[in-house]
């Protein structure tokens, strides 16, 4: 006999909703024969409904089952328990995707609440034991942090705080080298990690590391328009070259050459091979590509 076989997730059909995240779709069963019964659970949160987030028939603006020749409206909906219940009866074998858009609610918060908000955001019981996993497994695990959760990460491979976020977190403005040694060292031993890269703009990059000096390396970019992108292009090169062999200090000469390009087009942007190599071999030749150590 046929069966369908579901998929169970949330598809967001319009704009995406800041608390989108905390709503998922939990099935009853992923493999169906055709006649039976779809039972999906909308879960938010075990205080639902009460909870500000929670998503209730009222929020719902479109449940659909698609699949590969059809689309066809969930129709029966419900509150059950701590859930939004959706049932829906398979006509028909395939794969099938459940598929909800939910109305936005604004919900008011302090910047306090806010912080706090987003601090469980990253949940982190799930964050330890994953990072507990990649320690034990030797897998490279880099972050781009956020000020609010910084400490969530400790005893990762690297980290790539730019100069405020540093600060911000250790709780020392950076205004001399005294000060930037002071919180790279510092947040170096609070995090437990492998290395920091603190990015400081025009100043180029400063790598922590366990046991080893710091290394300090010039920025790349001649000319600055858009920073837009610029951390998530570092910390993307940076384990490109880490995972083709490169040493953690080569890591960071590559990946701020690729900063250094594409703080120079306006606009998010990405950076070729063919586009790094010419600005690698672009500062080698003028000799920037020398980090110098403290």
């Known amino acids: 006999m ?47 409904p009460s ?39 398979v006509s028909a074998a395939g794969q099938l995707v459940v598929a909800v858009r939910i109305h936005p609610r604004n919900i008011p918060e302090s910047a306090e609440s806010f912080r706090h908000y987003l601090a469980l955001e990253g949940a982190p019981e799930l964050l330890e034991r994953v990072i507990d996993i990649c320690v034990q497994q030797g897998i490279f695990i880099a972050v781009d942090p956020m000020e609010t959760n910084f400490h969530s990460y400790k005893r990762v491979s690297l980290i790539t705080p730019n100069h405020h976020e540093a600060a911000f977190t250790f709780g020392r403005k950076i205004r001399s080298e005294e000060d930037l040694l002071a919180v790279g060292n510092g947040l170096l031993a609070q995090l437990d990690a492998g290395a920091i890269l603190i990015t400081r703009g025009p100043e180029g990059m400063s790598l922590f590391q366990r046991d080893h000096e710091s290394t300090h390396i010039p ?11 610029a951390g998530d292009t570092v910390v993307a090169v940076y384990v490109s070259a880490v995972c083709a062999g490169a040493s953690l200090v080569e890591a960071a000469i590559v990946a701020n050459a690729a900063a250094g390009h594409t703080v120079g087009e306006v ?11 010419h600005e690698l071999r672009r500062n080698i030749k003028n000799g920037v590509l020398v980090p110098t150590r403290s």
Do not use: C, Y
């Open 219 to 229: 920025t790349f970019a001649r000319h600055v328009f858009d920073v837009t992108g």
């Open 51 to 89: 909870s500000l987030s929670a998503v209730t028939v009222d929020r719902v603006a479109e449940a659909r089952i698609l699949s590969a020749s059809a689309s066809t409206d969930i129709e029966d909906l419900s509150v059950h328990e701590t859930s939004l219940r959706l049932r829906h009866r």
């Open 2 to 48: 046929k069966r369908s076989l579901m998929t169970a997730g949330l598809m967001l059909l319009g704009s995406a909703a800041l608390f989108a995240h905390d709503f998922w779709l939990v099935p009853n069963a992923f493999l169906l024969a055709p006649g039976a019964e779809l039972v999906v659970d909308g879960r938010t949160s075990s205080s639902f």
């Open 267 to 277: 606009g998010t942007s990405t950076v070729t091979v063919s586009q790094l190599g």
